[in-house]
């Protein structure tokens, strides 16, 4: 059995041979098959209800060596989908304006089914005792995590944009400390280096607040405040409305536990803009 096979096909080509036990671990993977890297062997074993050693021979079974010799062929054989990738598929011509618009209404709609208000209570709560808040975001990410650090900061002192392009990442890294919170956005495609800053943060004591589009990763586990923004794969490039959304109202939220001191920064802020005189009056 070659590299150049999918997973998929590993399993399709030997699936009527398996035992009942390995079955179950078939459907298992690929039910989970675009979140296979966030789970360990355990992990799969307690879905499947089946050991870990049966888990083991399961993968052998499939051609590799071991579930790290799987782990590293998912790595290298499952690619992120690109915009390129879904005009391949889709063609250049865009869906109906209404029919775009509906799609980022049911997003929102998605979110609001899916979120608590104890949630985004508890994620106001790490952002208002934090020593310092601390944002990072990268590529699709960016946008949203400059978004955060542009409403918190109104908000309270010490808000940081990580990745703010100064080329600095490593010196803010080592400012963090523990009673500080990582407010992190994770999208596809996602980098590397996000889940090193993440881990650095982590073990450096922060708290993880994560506005994240897949339901299960290895960031996720991590996260004291979990917020799951899923996107819409009809459309070439993806969507960031609900998250856009949430971090809206994550503001509105962290600021009704900061009426006084938050008003008073608000009142700071304003004051100095009408020195500056740099706002042009509304229309």
Known sequence: MTQTLTLHQRIQAQYQALSLVDRKLADVVLAHEKNLLAYSATELAALAGVS????AR???RLG??????FRQHQRQGTPQPSPLSRVAQQGLRASPLQQHMAQDAQQLQ???ESLSDASVQQAAKLLVSARRVWVV???NGYMAAFYAQALLSQLRAEVRLLNEGAGEDAER???????DVLLAMDFRRRTRRLSQVVGIACEAGAALVLVSDARVSALSARAQALFICPPQDEAIFDSYVGAISLINYLATATLAHLPKKARARMAAIEQVHAQLDDLEPSL
């Open 110 to 112: 998605a979110l609001a």
């Open 52 to 55: 870990k050693a049966s888990t």
């Open 173 to 179: 890294l080592a400012e963090i400390q523990s009673g």
């Open 137 to 139: 975001g990268y590529r």
């Open 64 to 69: 590799f060596t071991d579930f790290q010799a």
């Open 58 to 60: 399961f993968f052998k």
